[in-house]
T-cell receptor, first 114, second 116 residues
Framework: GESVGLHLPTLSVQEGDNSIINCAYS??????FIWYKQESGKGPQFIID?????DKRQGQRVTVLLNKTVKHLSLQIAATQPGDSAVYFC?????????????FGRGTSLIVHP | GAVVSQHPSRVICKSGTSVKIECRSL??????MFWYRQFPKQSLMLMAT?????????EQGVEKDKFLINHASLTLSTLTVTSAHPEDSSFYIC????????????FGQGTRLTVV
């Protein structure tokens, strides 16, 4: 699973490129996942979610892929813009039904160069 | 959309004093609230989960007597850092969930605590 506490890996891309951010989760029983974007000095902001009965979900410029076999999530951002620069976290929801507890992965710092 | 407001956004306090951080769900009732702590360039670490009207459940290694959590209503939870020390300096973030199956948690804007 994710090693919470280690420093964030960084992904640098050029404006207009597509970005792929990866995340490994720890609990095979997790069945609901969310990607968050966190800008400096702010709280996490919801981007997109996916349930375990799906392997792909698309939003506006973003796509999340879920591979339950290897416990892996990815977030794809199309046509990355400077405003996308932030830290991205995946969160697995551990628990069941109304007792979900969001547990965060290590996070990736995305830097978009104009 | 669902809005979670955290106050204050920044606070500086002296060692040995206590600091209270408020987390409010502004347009929904939060059956469950979460408190996280985040060090620079690191992930969010869950400190505790609180359900309205009951005692908070603390994660392993988090001192419940130091980090007092109160969730007295469906729209307000408070975190009090007691007898603060410089090592308590961190970014504290609350999150609130509406309830029901698989509903997402909405996050406050965070509180930067600096203990001098």
């Amino acid at each position: 699973g994710e090693s919470v506490g280690l420093h964030l890996p960084t992904l640098s891309v050029q404006e207009g490129d597509n970005s792929i951010i990866n995340c490994a989760y720890s609990n095979s029983a997790s069945d609901y996942f969310i990607w968050y974007k966190q800008e400096s000095g702010k709280g996490p902001q919801f981007i997109i979610d996916i349930r375990s009965n799906m392997d792909k979900r698309q939003g506006q410029r973003v796509t999340v892929l879920l591979n339950k076999t290897v416990k892996h999530l990815s977030l794809q951002i199309a046509a990355t813009q400077p405003g996308d620069s932030a830290v991205y976290f995946c969160a697995e929801n551990i628990g069941s039904g109304g007792s979900y507890i969001p547990t965060f992965g290590r996070g990736t710092s995305l830097i978009v160069h104009p | 959309g669902a809005v979670v407001s955290q106050h204050p956004s920044r606070v500086i306090c002296k060692s040995g004093t206590s600091v209270k951080i408020e987390c409010r769900s502004l347009d929904f009732q939060a059956t469950t609230m979460f408190w996280y702590r985040q060090f620079p360039k690191q992930s969010l670490m869950l400190m505790a989960t609180s359900n309205e009207g009951s005692k908070a459940t603390y994660e392993q290694g988090v001192e419940k007597d130091k980090f007092l959590i109160n969730h007295a209503s469906l729209t307000l939870s408070t975190l009090t850092v007691t007898s603060a020390h410089p090592e308590d300096s961190s970014f504290y973030i609350c999150s609130a969930r509406k309830g029901g199956l698989g509903t997402e948690a909405f996050f406050g804007q965070g509180t930067r605590l600096t203990v001098v």
